[in-house]
């Protein structure tokens, strides 16, 4: 059996995550992890690819875009407080923050995030941007 876990969001970023943006780990189970992404005014992502991991994303605050393509099928999304995205596994992704402020999402990972290897650099539809 789990033992019961609480914590509030960490004031620093973990890590950053494969596609650049800082990542704050939260909490995980068996099945799942869960984490808080945020990606600064002005940054476009890496385009990225999981390898087995499917994640729902949730945004809490900012605007953005999101572009996910998967066997032939493309699409980009509009991004603010309160969409809610999946991301399959094997998705090709990329997302920016066209805000003043940053764009921060909570993503479950399940399973959950097996490490460095997981995620690999794909080609994306825009030029990857550090922010102004």
Avoid: N
Avoid at 11 to 17: C, G, S
Avoid at 72 to 78: A, D, R, Y
Avoid at 79 to 107: H, K, N, V, W, Y
Avoid at 109 to 119: C, H, L, S
Wanted: include cysteine; hydrophobic fraction near 40%.
């Amino acid at each position: 059996m789990a033992k019961f876990e609480t914590m509030t969001l960490p004031t620093e970023p973990d890590a950053k995550a494969p596609d650049g943006s800082q990542v704050r780990v939260l909490l995980r189970l068996d099945a799942g992890s869960m984490a808080h992404f945020q990606l600064e005014p002005g940054q476009t992502s890496k385009a990225v690819a999981h390898r087995s991991v499917e994640e729902l994303w949730y945004l809490l605050s900012g605007r953005g875009e999101m572009w996910r393509s998967q066997r032939g099928h493309s699409e980009v999304v509009s991004l603010s407080e309160g969409c809610c995205m999946s991301i399959p596994a094997g998705t090709s992704f990329q997302f920016r923050c066209l805000d003043d402020e940053p764009l921060c999402a909570l993503a479950v990972t399940m399973p959950p995030w097996p490490g460095e290897d997981e995620a690999s650099l794909v080609h994306g539809a825009w030029p990857t941007a550090a922010g102004p």
